[in-house]
C-alpha cells in the first residue's frame, strides 16, 4: 500500500463517507501533535467535545491525558494524539467493527509518516485494533509488547478513570513505564 503524504491524508480523511459516522460528525477529529513525535497516544473516537472542535482529547478525559503527559515531563506539543475513529460514534459508544475498520487505515497512515518507537494504546478500543483483538485490557495494561520496530503498551481510558478512581494509580504507573521507556531508548540512541 502506497502511503499518502500528511495534506493528501488529511484531505482524504476529512472527506471520508466510508462508514455512517461521516453522516452525524459535525468534525473530523484528524489528530494533532508533533508529526516527529517518538510517542503517540492513540484512543477510541472523539466525543462531542473533539466533534465540535476537531480537536482529539479536548474535554475532561483530555484534561486528565494532558496532566498525564505533563507529569512524565512532556507537553502535548511534543506527541502526537489520534483515536481509532476520527468521526464522534452517536452517544459516544464504542465504534462498530466496520466504522473501525473504515478507518483504522487513517490511523496506520498516520503512524507511518510519523515513525513512532511508542504507541500507548488508551483503552480497550484502541488496544483491540493495535495490539490484539482478543486481549483483555485487565489482563495485558501495562505490558510492553515490541512489535515491528514500535514498543507498544495499553492502559486505561482517561474516560475510564473519571468514572472509576481506582484506576488512577495504575494508569500514572503505566505512565510512568512510558517515561522509563523514553529515557531507555533516548540513552541508547534509539529515539
Known amino acids: 500500500m502506497a ?20 453522516q452525524s ?19 477510541e473516537g472523539p466525543g462531542a ?9 479536548v474535554g475532561r478525559a483530555g484534561q486528565l491525558l494532558t496532566k498525564g503527559i505533563e507529569a512524565i515531563g512532556l507537553k502535548r506539543e511534543d506527541v502526537f494524539i489520534a483515536n481509532i475513529v476520527k468521526c464522534r460514534p452517536p452517544g459516544n459508544r464504542v465504534p462498530l467493527e466496520e466504522e473501525a475498520q473504515a478507518c483504522i487505515p487513517y490511523l ?3 503512524v507511518a509518516l510519523i515513525k513512532p518507537r511508542i504507541i500507548v494504546c488508551l483503552g480497550a478500543t484502541a488496544m483491540k485494533y493495535i495490539i490484539d483483538n482478543n486481549a483483555r485490557i485487565s489482563e495485558i495494561r501495562g505490558q510492553w509488547i515490541e512489535r515491528k ?7 486505561f481510558h482517561p474516560a475510564a478513570l473519571l468514572r472509576d478512581e481506582s484506576k488512577k ?11 522509563e521507556k523514553i529515557n531507555e531508548l533516548s540513552a541508547g540512541n534509539l529515539l
Open 3 to 22: 502511503w499518502l503524504n500528511w495534506d493528501d491524508l488529511e484531505k482524504q480523511c476529512c472527506q471520508c463517507t466510508k462508514c455512517a459516522l461521516s
Open 25 to 43: 460528525r459535525k468534525k473530523v477529529v484528524f489528530g494533532e501533535g508533533n508529526r516527529n513525535a517518538s510517542l503517540i497516544f492513540v484512543g
Open 49 to 57: 467535545d473533539e466533534d465540535s472542535t476537531g480537536r482529539p482529547f
Open 108 to 110: 496506520r497512515n498516520q
Open 149 to 155: 520496530g514500535y514498543w507498544l503498551i495499553a492502559t
Open 169 to 179: 494509580i495504575p494508569f500514572w504507573q503505566d505512565l510512568k513505564k512510558v517515561k
